[in-house]
């Protein structure tokens, strides 16, 4: 009976050893992995993946400009605010324009880089944000723990062993399978390209696809057109955290525009008119003066002008900065005669 006993007691021990082994083994498997792959590019070991995988591009775009300090004028916004072109921006104002938008951003988090930027010694001579009325203000926020989204710790104010130690142990195979495949040089559904130096990103694929058959891309893009979502109760919450926003500009003096992004026509058309004017005439109360480029138009409604039924492309993106920046040039384009309305404090 004893000598089972210790037998069996002896097995377990081995069993235990082992499991415990493996389970060690998987762990550090998987921190190699996260950190010699890289897909979220925070660690900066590997660099020689420069294709879009599911990189941070809010960590990204901060740590750069810790390091590189001569810009000053900024934008921000949602990845639409992205094909705002930081260089077009830069020729047309004298400044040096950063695009410092990201993707599903919040307007406490443009605060935060704010803020950051500000305590960084950063200049910021102008401030350009773009707002979505369904992104920004109906939309849920996304979940802090979404690491595409997590904030740089020196912006955010959180411990960096906080922000560091869930890309360590993550465990996500499609995305290791697309890094894996870009490696080799397969083709992967991923097609954003970052530049870091001016902020902005790319749709490299997309552009091909555009240039090589517009009307094809067009028709496979445009056919099923998708409805936002939508959280209950979140324009007030945002609607604070824009006032918040204003307060800080004016409090530390820096110029800002205020910009309504031109969202793609059918997407204008599913709002409520009701509630988006309602909304409309409470940002311009809390902003005093609001750019316009909403609503159903000759440039809204030109499917060419847009990648898919939310983003814009950059020859849109380019008509607002001139319309903002250079407000009194001579406009020969008859579909941008009347594309933007500057609105003051009533509509």
Not at 67 to 82: E, K, L, P, T, V
Not at 233 to 240: H, K, S
Not at 288 to 297: L, P
Request: aromatic share 16%.
């Amino acid at each position: 009976m004893n000598s089972y006993t210790f037998s069996f007691k002896d097995e377990m021990n081995t069993y235990n050893k082992i499991f415990f082994f493996l389970c060690a083994f998987v762990i550090f498997a998987v921190v190699c992995l996260n950190v010699s792959l890289d897909v979220y590019r925070i660690f900066g070991i590997d660099r020689w993946n420069k294709e879009f995988v599911e990189e941070n591009i809010r960590f990204l775009k901060t740590n750069y400009l810790i390091s590189h300090r001569d810009y000053n004028a900024f934008i921000f916004g949602s990845s639409r605010a992205n094909f705002y072109d930081s260089d077009l921006a830069s020729k047309l104002s004298g400044m040096r324009y950063y695009n410092f938008s990201c993707q599903a951003e919040r307007l406490d988090r443009i605060l935060q880089k704010l803020v950051w930027l500000k305590q960084t010694g950063i200049a910021i001579d102008k401030a350009v944000i773009g707002l979505d009325f369904d992104l920004m203000f109906l939309s849920d926020d996304l979940p802090e723990s979404a690491l595409a989204v997590k904030e740089h710790p020196e912006v955010s104010g959180g411990s960096p062993v906080d922000f560091y130690i869930p890309f360590l142990f993550q465990f996500n195979w499609n995305n290791w399978k697309k890094v894996f495949k870009v490696k080799f040089g397969i083709k992967t559904s991923s097609n954003i390209k970052l530049d870091l130096e001016t902020g902005n990103w790319s749709y490299p694929d997309k552009d091909e696809q555009i240039s090589r058959d517009a009307e094809k891309y067009l028709k496979e893009t445009f056919s099923n057109y998708v409805p936002y979502e939508r959280a209950v109760g979140r324009v007030p919450v945002n609607l604070e955290r824009l006032k918040e926003l204003i307060n800080f500009l004016d409090r530390e003096s820096i110029p800002r525009i205020i910009i309504i992004n031109p969202y793609y026509s059918e997407t204008f058309k599913s709002f409520s008119k009701d509630e988006y004017r309602d909304w409309l005439s409470q940002v311009v109360s809390i902003c005093g003066e609001v750019w316009d480029f909403s609503g159903s138009n000759r440039m809204t409604s030109n499917q060419y002008l847009y990648y898919d039924t939310s983003h814009f492309r950059l020859p849109m993106g380019n008509a607002v900065l001139r319309r903002i920046l250079v407000p009194h040039s001579l406009n020969t384009d008859d579909a941008q005669k009347d594309f933007g309305v500057l609105l003051r404090d009533r509509i």
